[in-house]
């Protein structure tokens, strides 16, 4: 059952022509972000948006007749599901594929316009899998893993290959981790062509199954976390021994510093990732000192997410860097003097965005008046100059969240 550097390049050789060589980049404005010389792996340019397409790939591919007949079944929150689906449809192998409800409509869509019938079962992976296993055994299906299966993990295996080909002199490999099979691919390719490598893992802090596998600790797993595609409760027995023997540390990232990983991937180096995807730039961020100066490889393992979940981040980005900021202004009760504050910020070269009278509050008297205003500034330092000056005019601001601005 151990997968070997042979078993990868075997793995590359099948893989050929049905998916895609991703480019290897440097991307300056992270290198200049992060203090390290960056160099990204794009899986988002895979017909279905993730490396999960060559794990797939391999493992139908090596289906006898019989096997292909029967159909195969799977479970994913999203990419692999898609990734099985569409190498199924290539090789007209029927695909069963399991889903937990709070899949993104995005993921859940995309697999069925793959050709899948989708079932959507389960809060959890976990809860997923123990339906696929159910239906496999009730309908004869064929067991399609998303990480413990010696295909899967050689044709994950892939990516690595080929970053260390094309730039063998890479410092570090940071690889997302669900259930392991990336990055144990990814390690045992590495460390064979270059021993000296060193293997970084990073999971969600609501999830770190690595981890605690490794530490053997008991960490919580659990709660909705923007890496749904590494959201994942059990690793596999045959990706843990790699990681333990291959893996020199797992980083643990909260939400926040994920958010900003995937608002860094869209507005620094303008390509799209996943929550998953971007894990790798989070732990970067999250811990700078570690890869200063070093030349790191990235893989942008997935850009599969909701556009709506997108736009939100990309707000709460601009707020966390004070270009987005809102105000309470304690102001007279009396005609146009809204014209005046917005005049006075349209000087000060505010952006008004939302606008919010209070006029019931008790701290205030009864010709008087509290205003929310949510505006856009340049940066942190042009916002304190704003409440500067408003407190200057009299209006006592006070700086609100802008969610409670809203209210």
Same mark, same amino acid.
């Given at each position: 059952m151990k997968v070997t550097l042979a078993d990868i390049e075997a793995a590359r050789r099948v893989i050929a022509g049905h998916v895609l060589q991703t480019p290897l980049l440097l991307a300056p404005p992270l290198s200049a972000l992060t203090g390290a010389e960056v160099y990204v792996k794009y899986e988002n340019l895979q017909v279905t948006?993730?490396?999960?397409?060559?794990?797939?790939?391999?493992?139908?591919? %090596?289906? !006898? /007749?019989?096997?292909?007949?029967? $159909?195969?079944?799977?479970?994913? #929150?999203?990419?692999? *599901?898609? =990734?099985? @689906?569409?190498?199924?449809?290539?090789?007209?192998?029927?695909?069963?594929?399991?889903?937990?409800?709070?899949?993104?409509?995005?993921?859940?869509?995309?697999?069925? %316009?793959? !050709? /899948?019938?989708?079932?959507?079962? $389960?809060?959890?992976?976990?809860? #997923?899998?123990?339906? *696929?296993? =159910?239906? @496999?055994?009730?309908r004869d299906l064929v067991w399609v893993h998303p990480y413990d299966d010696p295909h899967i993990i050689a044709g994950q295996g892939t990516v690595a290959l080929e970053m260390l080909q094309e730039i063998p002199g890479l410092d570090v490999l940071v690889i997302p981790v669900g259930g392991g099979g990336l990055i144990a691919g990814s390690a045992i390719a590495a460390r064979s062509m270059r021993p000296s490598i060193e293997i970084i893992g990073v999971e969600s802090t609501l999830y770190p199954s690595m981890w605690n596998a490794v530490h053997r600790a008991n960490l919580p797993c659990g709660g909705a976390t923007l890496a749904e595609g590494i959201a994942v409760s059990n690793v596999g027995t045959l990706t843990l021994p790699v990681v333990r023997e291959l893996v020199s540390d797992i980083i643990l990232v909260d939400e926040p510093m994920i958010e900003r990983a995937v608002n860094a991937f869209l507005t620094a180096q303008k390509v799209m990732a996943e929550g998953a995807g971007a894990a790798g730039l989070a732990a970067m961020l999250a811990a700078p000192e570690r890869f200063a100066g070093r030349k790191v490889g990235l893989i942008l393992c997935g850009g599969n997410i909701d556009p709506r979940i997108l736009a939100s981040i990309m707000v709460r980005e601009l707020e966390r860097s004070d270009r987005i900021v809102s105000f309470r202004l304690?102001?007279?009760?009396?005609?146009?003097?809204?014209?005046?504050?917005?005049?006075?910020?349209?000087?000060?070269?505010?952006?008004?965005?939302?606008?919010?009278?209070?006029?019931?509050?008790?701290?205030?008297?009864?010709?008087?008046?509290?205003?929310?205003?949510?505006?856009?500034?340049?940066?942190?330092?042009?916002?304190?100059?704003?409440?500067?000056?408003?407190?200057?005019?009299?209006?006592?601001?006070?700086?609100?969240?802008?969610?409670?601005?809203?209210?």
């Open positions: 948006n993730s490396f999960k397409e060559r794990g797939a790939c391999v493992k139908l591919a %090596a289906l !006898g /007749a019989d096997e292909r007949r029967r $159909g195969v079944i799977a479970m994913s #929150a999203g990419n692999h *599901a898609q =990734a099985v @689906a569409y190498h199924a449809r290539r090789l007209a192998i029927p695909a069963t594929i399991v889903m937990p409800v709070s899949t993104p409509f995005v993921k859940v869509k995309a697999t069925e %316009a793959f !050709g /899948a019938n989708v079932v959507l079962d $389960g809060e959890t992976l976990t809860q #997923a899998q123990s339906r *696929a296993e =159910a239906i @496999a055994a009730e304690t102001i007279p009760d009396r005609p146009g003097i809204l014209g005046q504050i917005a005049s006075r910020l349209g000087e000060l070269g505010a952006n008004i965005l939302t606008v919010d009278h209070h006029r019931l509050f008790l701290d205030v008297p009864a010709k008087g008046a509290k205003l929310d205003i949510t505006m856009e500034t340049r940066d942190g330092s042009h916002a304190e100059d704003i409440f500067r000056a408003l407190a200057k005019d009299g209006y006592h601001p006070v700086r609100v969240e802008s969610g409670a601005a809203l209210k």
